[in-house]
């Protein structure tokens, strides 16, 4: 062979590599998912390798107990993961173990499998199996684990002590999130329309921690009283991936397009097993826009916080300028970052500030940390705000991972009280007061006491929105503003700025009959809806209860798939033309 088609013959090969090096390859992460006898929704991520091309996929299952959401998609690279959430149902399936494949196909490169795996357990005595026309498939949740779901037809409704409702950030609800109760046994599960209720817990405080896959986690400390059931609704916002960063042992930076970043040194990254990492981890900074009515709600422990006074700690409210949550994870596991022993090279985060912040070039601005466990902010020193090209940016230097926060502590307070009544001028015991800032960032939630009076202390000087919801309830009955003028006064000293009476104004109605699934009529059952309003069925299961029209209302009874519908102008129990919802 001569030298030219020796050369020829090698250009040859040379670029069928490197057309092979551009290919698309398809990875799948975890390639396998199991689902215990309660969780009903994982996910998992798809993305092209190569960083050269654009890659199209579509995912097929093998079984239909399962389903997957987006079934198809593209990536175009590392940097492009696509998340996919599969569903699992149980029903009309036989007790026992099943395991399924899904398998994602790309037309340039073959396919990867994942492995699904799902237990179905027998159903405890008294426990409903099937499902309910017009709700998601499978066992509605929301009761304690080990817990026999369902009541008897008639039996009295459990003892609620908190209940509420989980979302997003656009209002739309979460269902078969976790809701617990830290260091204790009650855990349950949000159903189809993001409700949960957690009975029989003794009065005292507690910590209340929301998860979901997918989501920042969401904690918040609360105090059971006399005052029963606790209304504690939550909003969760979506992790957001930023990069994967390749030889993580080396440390790196890693921003997002905004400027929210994270930079880590050298061999800092470690398991919760306290292995050291090495490799590519997967870098998440999810922060919060406060001037989004939606995302503010998302601000986790309720803009409590533990500060640091010249008196030793001290409980106070939050103003807050900027926030974020820094996550890092291999193989969807979360790591730990420990830079104890990197005094002279620590972890730095910086956190873009809005456009009107009132923060300036230069100034010191107390850092704080959000501690899950307990569900409050902790002050951990100081930051600085820097100015570059005309944005400003809040620099710090942190210990581990976590929401960290740029805020100040609410000093010139005063406070907004008011009192609560129902339709009929009744007072309502533990309605929901939110006093959420106009003219600032932050929110201070009370509740009404057993003559349906509030009090909640606001930043002084400054304009808020007061948000009443009734007990129960995922819907306002009311909102309107106040000029909170003045300073120097607080719920504990007095001279409040009083609002008067708010009372729940209804234009509608929802009617329906509550059965069992013979069809039978259930006389006594506790009928309830998202704006917290309650009534009882009578003999023949009927029920009516006051709504707002254009409002959509989710109605239900404990134990059973909730159903919603949307209420119609001027219409009255008395009348009997309301929207119709039956409950089976």
Partial sequence: MSYKNLFFLFLGAVILISAQGCKPVVVVEPTSLDFGNLETQKTFQVWNKSDSTSMDFQITKSDNWMTVNPEAGTSKGPSDKKTITVTVSRNGLQPGNFTGTLTVKSPKDGEKSIEVKMTVEAPQEGESEGTVEGTTEGTVEGTQEGEPEGNQEGEIAPNVSIMGWIKNISENPIGYA??????????????????????????????????????????????????????????????????????????????????????????????????????????????????????????????????????????????????????????????????????????????????????????????????????????????????????????????????????????????????????EGDPVAGAVVNAIGVSYNGITTGYTDAAGLFCVNVKGNSTVKVEVLLPGGRTAIFTGEVNATGTGNSCETGNCIPVGEITADFDSCIQGKVTDNDGTPVPNAVVRSSLGTETTTDNEGNYCLNAISGVPVTVFVLTRPPVTVIGEENTSCTAGNCTVADIR
């Fill in 178 to 423: 976790s809701i617990e109760l830290l260091d204790t046994a009650f855990k349950v599960y949000s159903d189809p329309s993001g409700l949960y209720t957690i009975n029989d817990v003794p009065d005292g405080t507690y910590t209340l921690f929301v998860s979901k896959e997918g989501y920042a986690n969401y904690s918040i400390q609360i105090e059971l009283g006399s005052v029963k059931p606790l209304t504690v609704n939550v909003t969760l916002i979506q992790e957001k991936f930023v990069d994967t960063l390749s030889n993580s042992e080396l440390g790196g930076m890693v921003a997002d397009e905004v400027g929210n970043g994270i930079n880590f040194p050298p061999n800092s990254l470690f398991t919760g097993s306290g292995e050291p990492v090495i490799g590519d981890v997967d870098v998440y900074i999810t922060p919060l826009d406060l001037t989004n009515p939606g995302e503010i709600k998302a601000f986790p422990g309720g803009f409590q916080a533990l500060a640091q006074t010249k008196d030793g700690e001290q409980f106070v409210s939050l103003e807050s300028f900027a926030l974020a949550d820094f996550t890092i994870k291999q193989n969807g596991e979360e790591l730990v970052l420990n830079t104890a022993a990197k005094q002279n090279n620590p972890a730095e985060i910086s956190l873009a500030l809005p456009d009107n912040t009132p923060l300036t070039n230069g100034q010191e601005v107390p850092l704080w940390y959000f501690d899950e466990e307990q569900g409050i902010w902790i002050q951990a020193g100081t930051g600085t705000v820097v100015e570059e090209g005309g944005k400003k940016y809040y620099t710090a230097q942190i210990q581990h991972l976590s929401w960290w926060n740029c805020d100040a502590p609410i000093t010139d307070k005063t406070c907004i009280t008011g009192v609560v009544k129902n339709d």
